[in-house]
């Protein structure tokens, strides 16, 4: 089976919609396809790098478990938006999970770097 | 070129169900190849046989289906995302015991891997977002 890069974009808030969930699968899946996955919080997606998620308060099952298992399916490359951490007043130290923090420049050159881009 | 395109968005909820089916049938009118439409979450609502808008308004699930007919389109629809939105065939309607399944004929049910497998062999994947 032939190798390409696969970046999975996230931009939308982890509970607001199924997009978040939606994302990881396609992340996990294209993993056990053996290709090399990289993850990309943008926008209101850096809300899903949270600790201390509850969303059992609101009938939904916890993002964050699924955020931990990344790395035994060799998922390890996760970059954030500098621009988007700091419009929301949070920096990378606030965060469940260790992340590349990235500016605009750099995002622009992930985005060219990779053969395939799933938007979430 | 060959392309795979993921549909996300609902009929009539969001124009990128829309978009979706225009550009498909542009790019093939083009000449160019659609390895797969994958749709997912949202987008599950495209193959619904049970979708009845007014006679003046698009018709998405039979627009898809015009160019299963004509072009031999591969649709496949997420099945976690599909049987959880009440968007399924008969086989899954009778494991969940359902009175009858809604999927619009020519629209398959399978997984991920599906779309993980159109990436690969297409030389590009478009997104029409929820």
């Known amino acids: 089976m032939s190798t390409k890069s696969f970046l999975i974009i996230n ?3 982890p509970y607001a919609s199924n997009l978040a969930r939606e994302a990881l699968d396609s992340a996990l899946t294209v993993a056990v396809f053996e290709q090399p ?8 997606a850096v809300y899903q790098l949270l600790p201390d998620q509850q969303p059992a308060a609101i009938g939904q099952k916890s993002l964050a478990a699924n955020l931990q298992v990344l790395p035994m399916y060799d998922i390890e490359q996760l ?5 988007a951490l700091a419009e929301r007043g949070l920096s990378t130290d606030q965060l469940a999970v260790p992340v590349t923090e990235l500016d ?3 995002v622009q050159t992930l985005i060219k770097q990779h053969d395939v881009v799933l938007n979430f | 070129m060959i392309f795979t ?3 996300q968005g609902a009929p009539h909820s969001q124009q990128s169900a829309d978009s979706a089916l225009r550009f498909a049938e542009a ?9 797969r439409v994958f749709f997912s979450g949202d987008g599950v609502h495209n193959g619904s046989d049970l979708a009845t808008p007014q006679q003046d308004e698009r018709h998405l699930p039979r627009g898809w289906q015009a160019l299963v007919e004509k072009h031999q389109l591969d649709l496949v629809v997420c099945i976690a995302a599909a049987i959880r939105r ?3 065939n008969d086989a899954e309607a009778r494991r969940h015991d359902k009175a009858h399944g809604n999927l619009a004929d020519g629209f398959n049910l399978s997984g991920l891997g599906q779309l993980a497998e159109a990436a690969l062999v297409s030389d590009r994947v478009l997104t029409f977002g929820q």
């Open chain 1, 104 to 106: 605009d420049d750099a």
């Open chain 1, 37 to 44: 996955v990289a993850i990309l919080f943008l926008s209101d």
């Open chain 1, 79 to 83: 970059y954030v938006s500098a621009r």
């Open chain 1, 11 to 13: 931009r939308r808030p």
């Open chain 2, 5 to 7: 395109i993921v549909v």
């Open chain 2, 86 to 88: 009440g968007v399924m």
């Open chain 2, 27 to 35: 790019a093939l009118a083009a000449g160019h190849q659609i390895h």
